[in-house]
Every structure is written in structure tokens, then in C-alpha cells.
């Protein structure tokens, strides 16, 4: 059975630092896009970041850029989202996704496997 596994949510102060973690297990995602989705209350689940399967291409919604980082390390099948000079706006649940091939093809609509979310809470 395929899992995602997402960690490191929290509640942290306007300026601070969180990194998320997205764990699979069930198989290995060395062929696969991974990405960083979220969705805040009364709002549609969007991307944040993806990353391609080899780490080489990495891509980010403008309202991230300069402030979040997407890795990962595939010996240990984990991918990272590093989030620092959080903002009230990030505010969400974080998903983690990952879908076989290309990183442009991952998106919401595409993914073959979510993870449950984690909470990320950033007060004023």
C-alpha cells in the first residue's frame, strides 16, 4: 500500500520558520514529481511547489518564491518544503502529492497519491 506521509506542521509567529517533511512508503518515488499543495478554509486547494524526480527542476507559485525551498532525497523517499518569513496567508493545510512522470505534469486534478495534510498556522 502506497503512503504519504506529511510532518512538521505547527503553529509559528509572521516571520518564522517551518519545514514540512512527506514521507512515501509502498514503493519507491524516483520516478515520480513530487509537489507541495495547500488549501486554506473556504478556498480551493492549490499548488505551492513541485519538484521533478531527479531534483533538477523545481518550480513555485509566485506568492512563495524567494521565501519557500522544495528538495528531496530519494535514498530516503522523503521530500521537503522548507518555508521560512512566514506570512498569516500561509495559513493552511499542507499537502503532499506525487504523480509518475514530468513535473509539469503534476497537478492537482493529476496526482496518483496524496498524503493527509498537516496543519500550518501563522498568527499575526
Known amino acids: 500500500q502506497v503512503q504519504l506521509v506529511e510532518s512538521g506542521g505547527g503553529l509559528v509567529q509572521t516571520g518564522g520558520s517551518l519545514r514540512l517533511s512527506c514521507a512515501a512508503s509502498?514503493?519507491?518515488?524516483?520516478?515520480?514529481?513530487m509537489g507541495w499543495f495547500r488549501q486554506a478554509p473556504g478556498k480551493e486547494r492549490d499548488i505551492v511547489a513541485r519538484i521533478s524526480w531527479n531534483g533538477d527542476s523545481t518550480d513555485y507559485v509566485d506568492s512563495v518564491k524567494g521565501r519557500f525551498t522544495i528538495s528531496r532525497d530519494n535514498a530516503k523517499n522523503t521530500a521537503y518544503l522548507q518555508m521560512n518569513s512566514l506570512k498569516p496567508d500561509d495559513t493552511a493545510v499542507y499537502y503532499c502529492?506525487?504523480?509518475?512522470?514530468?513535473?509539469?505534469?503534476?497537478?492537482?486534478?493529476?496526482?496518483?497519491?496524496w498524503g493527509q495534510g498537516t496543519q500550518v498556522t501563522v498568527s499575526a
Open positions: 509502498g514503493r519507491t518515488f524516483s520516478g515520480y514529481a
Open positions: 502529492a506525487a504523480r509518475r512522470g514530468s513535473i509539469w505534469s503534476l497537478r492537482g486534478s493529476t496526482a496518483d497519491y
